[in-house]
């Protein structure tokens, strides 16, 4: 009998990724007030990242010039380098960390609050239909600062695998946009149409802040944008 993830052994590990430069900048704040109930693991573009996943190493090398001369305020979009190493660490922590049964990415740029309790994410953040949990802000491409994995979906591999095939195929760069969060939401959206996947959206399909509104707002503050300069949002509720 398949064992239900409706129990006290449900195993949760939450998935970052930062490098030494950002580190001093603002994810000292994330190392320092994390609080939650489960553990955490970080994949440090400069220490050991390129070289436990060489696809995002050569992806970087073959498209580090597409950006040069843009400006990231006004074109951030297209900027596919920038926001690729976040796929990359996530999709090898679902195809690496099999022995978890659901896996959360988060934005390094978070400061915590309140802690998060496993049975929290039972009962808020995951159902067993559900492939993955996301914010979303209707037409809006979707807030991927946090992203929940179901990894006993049927589906969740070859997810992941998909996600990962269109950067190292460079095929991202067939798209409307470049950032993560929208390649994150077009390959959701392909196996919703295609293969009737389930999702479970805890946005309230409004723009901005939609983080700060939902069930995490009480929780972690993700300073998005400028607010890293301050380490606080003004919508954050805690």
Same mark, same amino acid.
């Given at each position: 009998?398949?064992?239900?993830?409706?129990?006290?052994?449900?195993?949760?590990?939450?998935?970052? &990724?930062?490098?030494?430069?950002? !580190? =001093? *900048? $603002?994810?000292?704040?994330?190392?320092?007030?994390?609080?939650?109930? %489960?553990?955490?693991?970080?994949?440090?573009?400069?220490?050991?990242?390129?070289?436990?996943?060489?696809?995002?190493?050569?992806?970087?090398?073959?498209?580090?010039?597409?950006?040069?001369?843009?400006?990231?305020?006004?074109?951030?979009?297209?900027?596919?380098?920038?926001?690729?190493?976040?796929?990359?660490?996530? &999709?090898?922590?679902?195809?690496? !960390? =099999? *022995? $978890?049964?659901?896996?959360?990415?988060?934005?390094?740029?978070?400061? %915590?609050?309140?802690?998060?309790?496993?049975?929290?994410?039972?009962?808020?953040?995951?159902?067993?239909?559900?492939?993955?949990?996301?914010?979303?802000?209707?037409?809006?491409?979707?807030?991927?600062?946090?992203?929940?994995?179901?990894?006993?979906?049927?589906?969740?591999?070859?997810?992941?695998?998909?996600?990962?095939?269109?950067?190292?195929?460079?095929?991202?760069?067939?798209?409307?946009?470049?950032?993560?969060?929208?390649?994150?939401? %077009?390959?959701?959206?392909?196996?919703?149409?295609?293969?009737?996947?389930?999702?479970?959206?805890?946005?309230?399909?409004?723009?901005?802040?939609?983080?700060?509104?939902?069930?995490?707002?009480?929780?972690?503050?993700?300073?998005?944008?400028?607010?890293?300069?301050?380490?606080?949002?003004?919508?954050?509720?805690?």
């Amino acid at each position: 009998m398949e064992k239900s993830l409706w129990n006290d052994d449900m195993k949760i590990l939450a998935v970052t &990724t930062y490098n030494n430069k950002l !580190y =001093k *900048e $603002y994810a000292h704040r994330f190392e320092s007030t994390y609080n939650w109930e %489960f553990p955490y693991t970080v994949y440090n573009e400069d220490d050991g990242m390129m070289e436990a996943i060489p696809e995002c190493k050569a992806f970087v090398e073959r498209n580090k010039n597409k950006f040069e001369g843009k400006d990231f305020l006004k074109d951030f979009w297209q900027d596919g380098v920038r926001f690729c190493y976040k796929v990359y660490a996530y &999709t090898h922590a679902i195809l690496n !960390y =099999k *022995e $978890y049964d659901y896996i959360i990415g988060i934005d390094a740029d978070s400061v %915590f609050y309140k802690p998060m309790t496993v049975d929290f994410v039972k009962r808020r953040l995951y159902t067993p239909e559900c492939m993955i949990t996301y914010l979303g802000r209707g037409t809006q491409y979707s807030e991927c600062g946090f992203l929940g994995f179901n990894m006993k979906h049927p589906e969740i591999i070859n997810y992941a695998n998909e996600m990962k095939r269109m950067y190292d195929s460079d095929e991202i760069y067939n798209l409307d946009e470049q950032h993560d969060s929208y390649v994150w939401d %077009f390959i959701r959206n392909r196996f919703e149409g295609k293969r009737q996947v389930k999702n479970l959206n805890i946005g309230d399909g409004k723009g901005g802040h939609v983080q700060a509104r939902s069930v995490l707002g009480n929780f972690y503050d993700h300073t998005k944008g400028q607010r890293k300069l301050t380490g606080r949002s003004k919508e954050f509720r805690g």
